[in-house]
């Protein structure tokens, strides 16, 4: 049986997979050339008013937020048409969310991403919202079409929870990935009742966790109004974008590079062994809208 073999050249041609590739161990091959890898788009959408006075957020805003990011990323106007071209009427859709107490994906989000799935024409009663209980969820157990949403943060076993590790919940044991970092989640990917279903992916970051130490570390000091949200097809590289988004983030509040224990080395290991999409922030088109302030990246 043929052997995978990771080269240098591929594994040295990012930023994400340049930072981790001292920590990764993994074998290298010099001459051989790199793959040739198309742009994936990822947007990133940004409201100052998604807020209000007492921090509750605001569903018109969230709305609008994921309407213009959505349409932006599939090139269509109008944003039932964009959300025609993810899904169509005889889909079953899985919204897989994320009920981490601290930082659970908003309903707000939810309802959203529910609502513009009706609007495609998919029967509510063929769509379903779960987390936790997905292997047990009719709809996800037959679904045809997978929205993945969550918010981003850091992650005692990972290093960062992010789009990949979302689908952690679709095995029937997740320690079996723990593991070396959480290196192997991208063959979760893979698995019959996920592989080729996810139409988008939704990485929230309106207020991301940093920074923590310890399992199921939780301090608000190490959250921030970023009042964003990443929008894309490719789960590894909306997971990069917000790497990389986190490492400013790191610098910029402990006033030097503070590296994340564990490293989130899943995110590259995704892109270069098991090819679930791209780690290189060199190979993403990284689209901005609305508020720019302190955006970092």
């Excluded at 051989?32 to 921090?55: C, N, P, Q, S, W």
């Excluded at 169509?88 to 707000?108: A, F, M, Q, R, Y």
């Excluded at 991208?186 to 996920?194: D, E, R, T």
Aim: aromatic share 8%; net charge positive; hydrophobic share 40%.
């Amino acid at each position: 049986m043929k052997q995978n073999v990771i080269t240098r050249r591929d594994f040295l041609r990012g930023s994400v997979a340049t930072t981790l590739a001292v920590t990764m161990g993994l074998p290298l091959e010099i001459n051989a050339e790199a793959e040739v890898k198309k742009k994936t788009k990822v947007v990133l959408i940004r409201d100052t008013d998604i807020f209000d006075r007492k921090g509750h957020i605001n569903p018109k805003v969230i709305q609008h937020m994921l309407d213009k990011a959505v349409t932006a990323l599939v090139g269509k106007e109008d944003p039932v048409k964009a959300w025609k071209y993810l899904v169509k009427p005889h889909d079953i859709v899985g919204i897989k969310s994320n009920v981490w107490g601290p930082l659970p994906t908003p309903t707000e989000v939810e309802s959203t991403l529910k609502r513009r799935s009706i609007d495609a024409g998919v029967l509510e009663g063929n769509i379903g919202i779960d987390d936790r209980g997905v292997l047990k969820n009719r709809i996800f157990l037959n679904s045809t079409a997978l929205v993945n949403v969550r918010p981003f943060r850091t992650h005692h076993w990972s290093g960062v929870g992010g789009c990949i590790k979302n689908y952690i919940m679709f095995t029937s044991w997740p320690p079996l990935y723990h593991p070396d970092s959480c290196s192997d989640l991208g063959a979760v990917w893979k698995l019959p009742i996920v592989k080729d279903k996810t139409r988008l992916n939704v990485l929230v970051m309106l207020n991301p966790l940093f920074h923590g130490i310890g399992v199921h570390h939780f301090d608000s000091t190490y959250t921030w109004s970023y009042k964003g949200i990443l929008v894309g097809t490719d789960p590894v590289a909306l997971d990069a974008v917000g790497l990389k988004i986190f490492e400013l983030k790191r610098r910029a509040y402990f006033g030097e590079d503070i590296p994340l224990k564990p490293s989130a080395k899943h995110i590259a290991i995704a892109d270069i062994k098991h090819k679930l999409g791209t780690s290189d922030l060199k190979e993403i088109e990284l689209l901005k809208l609305g508020w720019m302030e302190e955006i970092l990246i």
